[in-house]
Structures are given as structure tokens and as C-alpha cells.
């Protein structure tokens, strides 16, 4: 007979529109009201068992004539969508489904569309809890919205329905269609929208009777039990009386006290499990104090192991079970493999990529994949991948990327000695927009440097009566036309008597505005000219235009960067190209 474990459940959401209130109602604790500002600070998971769900749901299962299969849920209350991206398997999320919690006054906020950017890109299944129906003027709570949505007033069931599908016709722009769960013809086609309060509780029956419906219909092989043991380090802790321990979730198998456990990380380690450790039911495991003893546990499930030797395992790491120790020398070997064709080590080219564990550094590696990679590897960010870094001599490969990990104080201080960009994030999906924007915003500061060390395009007239010294500078007055004018930049300008016949005529040695040096004039500005080379009268005269002496390579740098100019400067460049190609056809091309 097959047997099917608990769907593990992740809610996600934006900051404030409820994620943790609506576990802690589901619960009927007090743990929200404990979080530092509403706010979740750590992970945990909470387990709620069968008979709970069909003690909160018997109206609806009767109704739906519904029979549950699975032994329950287990939720990971997590603070948003960073847990949901770094609790990894191999292959995707060890989350079954998701709650994704939206206020139905504020709708889909900027958090909502990076959980719904993550979902897709998991593809994994979630349910749209529409929280705060309770704040929707006169409405009346109970518990089960199905039963109370016909007591409410037509006013109230009015303004609901123009607030719920306002928020419903936001989903589509975000590649879903969404309807409220009864009306749902299809899940495979409609994301189902189940209206809630978490404040008193409404709404809760109906997101447990439909996430346990998706996970039947549409999980039903994934949610296979096994004996072979798998799951993954939540976090590392000291308990009194057991020295250190893990908290874990366990996604798949049956883990035993007394079993041979393979923890991996960048150097996986066989362990013995000592004790087996969980908190009373429909408690969360970071609020209970008191842990009691188990001799097994079931995946999908939240336990605490103690055991010898867990003083340098980290957070991330994954846990496989053996039956014996043969066994478990096997499966650090496969461990180890893992590892060895997960990590990258070239000497060419690429970015550094950092993960906590296997899993998302394949994760990591799939997501840069567009990209070449120099080294990718697990553990925390060190000088040694600095070092790789600076052995980059392109600068869009001199960064190091972290998923899910940290900097070590001494390569924090390298990189900033050497110039390395460090890229860090426990939101995959962030670390790829990251690093492309400093890349382009890198692109752009190396092109503005290009034009910035260039003769930049100007025309400027020499206003008569404004010659304050013949020669020897010459110093005019000019009015820019067009472009931006510098010291340093040679002119040129058109002979009058004879169109097409170009002459050189000196180099600009300083620009006064109002008596004071100035490193630029713009156009519009009018301004004092000190030019060495021509005199007034011979080489230029009054009335004259003059134009920046632009080379070739100049000209062909100044179009490759020609988004970076100013539409004035482009109106110069381009008369200054026509000038010059009078005298010489092909100049510039």
C-alpha cells in the first residue's frame, strides 16, 4: 500500500500583509504577537496533524465530499521568499506547495511579484490567501467564508467582490489567472484565491481544504514515502543538556534515533544520531522551550538531532540516512562526488560563485548560466576567491557572488583593497539583476571614461567685437552653438573663400566665464577663449565658426558611445562629419 507523507507548505508574501499571523492562526498561538515588529526573524516549521485539519474543516470536507489522504502539513514559517529560495533539494525547492498572502486593500506590492517571479520559476503549485477581508467596512466574521460570505450585507458583499477582483485582474499581468477557489473550473489553468482573516481566523478551513486538495490531485508521486532518510539543517543551536544540536526538516524517508547519518557541506561527515528531539504538535519549533524524545520520525517533519561531532556542520547542509555504516560510507562518497561535479575550478576567464550547499550551487551555476564561470564552489567567501577574482583582467568578471552565504572579515578587507565587487543575497533571483545592473552601470562608467579622455564635438562663433589679444594666446570671445568646449581641444574651421578647405587653427588654452577659469562651456554659454597658435586677423577672424578638430578614431568612438552625448553635441559631431568629409569622402568610416 502506498503511503504518502505530509506536503511541506512555505508561505510567502509582502512585508506586513500577514505571512506569519495567518500560521499563527492556523495554529491558535501566540507566536506572532512574539515576532520582533509583526515581523518573522527565523525559520521554524509547524506540523499540523490530520485530526486538527478535519476537526477545523468537517463542514467543508462534507460539502466537497472531500476524504484526506495525507497525514497533514507541515508549514515552513519563514520570513518571505528568502527561505523559500535556500531551502533547497537537488533540483528545486524542498517546498510542496505555497501560500502566497496578499492584502486585499494593498494588492500585489513589489515582495508579492519577487514571490511570484520565484514560484514560476520553481514551479511550484501555491494558493493566493487574500488576507484582512475583516478591515472590508461592515463586514461580519465567522469562521468558514463559505458559510458566512451569504450572511453579509449586499452593500458589504458588494464592496468584497469589486476589492477581491480588482486584485484578481492584477494576475494575469504576472502570467496567472486567479479566481476565488470555489469558482475554480480548473487548477491546472486558475490559481485559487482563498479569502481570509488571519486576525480571527476566517477563511483558514477553506486554504487548508484547498491546499490539501492541490497536493492530492496534483502531488500525489512527489508525496511518496521512502525509507531512505532526506532532509536538511534549518540551523545549528546549543541545547542544555545536549550540548549541540540541529534543527532539521526532514522531506523525505524515515529518520531513526540511533541511525547513521552522512551530513554534507564542502566536507561532508558521517554522525550517529544520539537523540531525536520535537516540540508538543501545533507548536512552532522555535518557540517551545521543551523538547521530548522520539525514537522516529516521518518526513515531511520538523526534529531536532543531537549527536556527537555537529560542532562545524552550518545551516544548509543536507542529511541522507544510512542503514548501516558500509551504507553511509557510500553515500559520502556520492556526497563527495556531488560535490566534485558541482564545483567549477578553470583558469579562464569568469565569475566566482559562492553557495552553501550542493544544491544551491546548482542553483547558482543554472541561473549564471549565460555567463562564464571561473570557479563555482561551496562555503562561505574567502581571500582565495578574492583572489581568483583579481586574476580576472575583464572587470565584469572581477566579483565574487554569494548565495546564501557569508564574507570572512579578511576577504571583506581584500576586496576592498583590490577592487573586487562583492554580489551577496539570499534571494537567487536578486543576484542575477544585481550583478547584471553593476555590470551595465561598470559598461557605461568605462564608456563615459572613453569619451571623457576625447575631444567632445563643438561649434562656437567668435563675437565680434570681443577680441580682448591678438595672438600669442588670442583671447576672444566666443558663444558656444553647439557641443561643450574644453582646454586642451584643437580647432578647426572652414575657409569662407573657398568652401570645403579646411584650416587648422590652434588649441584652446583656457575659458573664462566672469573673470574666473572654468574646465567647460556649454552651449548657450558666452565666454572668454585663450587659443594658442592663430592670430586674429590672419587665421581667424571675428564672425568666424569654429568646430573641435576631431580625429577619426575620435569620431568613431564618440558615434560607439553615442547614447552617452547630448543631443546638442550630436548636432556638432554631425556638422563637424559633413566639414570633413567635403575635404576627405571616406573620413570617419
Known sequence: MTVLRQPIVAVLGHVDHGKTSILDSIRQTTIASKEAGGITQAIGTTEIPLETIENSCGSLLSRFRFKINVPGLLFIDTPGHEAFTTLRRRGGSIADLAILVVDINEGIMPQTKESIEILKSEKTPFVVAVNKIDRIDGWKSGACFLENFPAQKDEVKGEFEKKFYMLMEQFPQHGFSADRYDRVQDFRKTVAAV??????????????????????????????LTEKCEGMILE????AGHGKTVDAVIYDGILKKNDIIVIGGKSPKIAKIRALLVPEKLRDMRAEKRFRPIDSISAAAGVKISSPGLDDVSAG??????KDLEEAEGILEEMEKEVETTEVHEEKEGLILKADNVGSLEALKNVFRNYPVREASIGAMGRKDIMSADANAEFANRVVIGFNTRMTDEAEKFAADKRIKVLCSDIIYRLIEDYEKWNELEKEGVRRREVEDISRPCKMRILPGCTFRASNPAIVGCEILAGVSRPGFRLFKELSDFPGALRECGEIKQIQSQGENISEAKAGDKVAISIMGPAVGRQINEGDMLYTDISPDEYRNLIKNEKLLSGSEIQALNEIRELKRKQEPKWGL
Not at 195 to 211: M, Q, Y
Not at 317 to 322: L, Q, T, V
Open 195 to 224: 479569502p481570509v482573516s488571519a486576525k480571527n481566523g476566517e477563511g483558514i478551513p477553506d486554504l487548508l481544504v484547498t491546499l490539501i486538495g492541490l497536493a492530492q490531485q496534483f502531488l500525489k508521486d512527489r508525496l511518496v
Open 236 to 239: 545549528v543551536r546549543d541545547l
Open 317 to 322: 547542509s543536507y542529511i541522507r540516512s544510512g
